[in-house]
T-cell receptor, first 112, second 116 residues
Framework: DAKTTQPTSMDCAEGRAANLPCNHS???????VYWYRQIHSQGPQYIIH???NNETNEMASLIITEDRKSSTLILPHATLRDTAVYYC?????????????FGSGTQLTVLP | DVKVTQSSRYLVKRTGEKVFLECVQD?????MFWYRQDPGLGLRLIYF???????EKGDIPEGYSVSREKKERFSLILESASTNQTSMYLC???????????????FGPGTRLTVT
């Protein structure tokens, strides 16, 4: 699985968009980008994934650069409940079960 | 909504005790996982199962065993609890399709186990 690099921490004002970057310069053609988050004392929560195209769901948008070497997770209107550690993971999906490998992630703090 | 539940949020056990952690998912997922999470070490896979009665070792299976008798239930067993097994234990499940799949894992709330 490709290595990812994320900032250690970020702040965002409540109601504003939170843009969380992730670098994955060694990503290979068949690797997907996944985002999870973990709110303090809870289990991780899946947010979104993508391969090449930008993706959007009810939680967030994922923007992947054309060369796929980096991506940005966008929470369009951050709330206090979005305060969490956000993990960017790059991996090949496979037919057999494989574990997720979480790096250190980005601690997002949404400020009132 | 996918729901993964774990039997306890907090558990305190004594050294040498046999400990059972239960996980149940309600989405008919084939895959189930047990992880432990420790500060500075991230998420580490203990065991996973891709079908009933099937199991495979993860990165740190020593001191643990698992049981999957029913599709929805995956149990983690600490045969003889030790203090270095004090940790947050997370169960997860995922859907599995034939061929190449893109799946997400759904996690339970976690069990914080303290072994004294």
């Amino acid at each position: 699985d490709a290595k990812t690099t994320q900032p250690t921490s970020m702040d965002c004002a409540e109601g504003r968009a939170a843009n969380l970057p992730c670098n994955h310069s060694t990503i290979s053609g068949n690797e997907y980008v996944y985002w999870y988050r973990q709110i303090h004392s809870q289990g991780p929560q899946y947010i979104i994934h993508g391969l090449k195209n930008n993706e959007t769901n009810e939680m967030a948008s994922l923007i992947i650069t054309e060369d796929r070497k980096s991506s940005t997770l966008i929470l369009p209107h951050a709330t206090l409940r979005d305060t969490a550690v956000y993990y960017c993971i790059v991996r090949v999906p496979s037919g057999s079960a494989r574990q997720l490998t979480f790096g250190s992630g980005t601690q997002l703090t949404v400020l009132p | 909504d996918v729901k993964v539940t774990q039997s306890s949020r907090y558990l305190v056990k004594r050294t040498g005790e046999k400990v059972f952690l239960e996980c149940v998912q309600d989405m008919d997922h084939e895959n189930m996982f047990w992880y432990r999470q420790d500060p500075g070490l991230g998420l580490r896979l203990i065991y996973f199962s891709y079908d009933v009665k099937m199991k495979e070792k993860g990165d740190i299976p020593e001191g643990y065993s698992v049981s999957r008798e029913k599709k929805e239930r995956f149990s983690l067993i600490l045969e003889s609890a030790s203090t270095n097994q004090t940790s947050m234990y997370l169960c997860a499940s995922s859907f599995r399709t034939s061929g190449v799949e893109v799946y997400e894992q759904y996690f339970g709330p976690g069990t914080r186990l303290t072994v004294t």
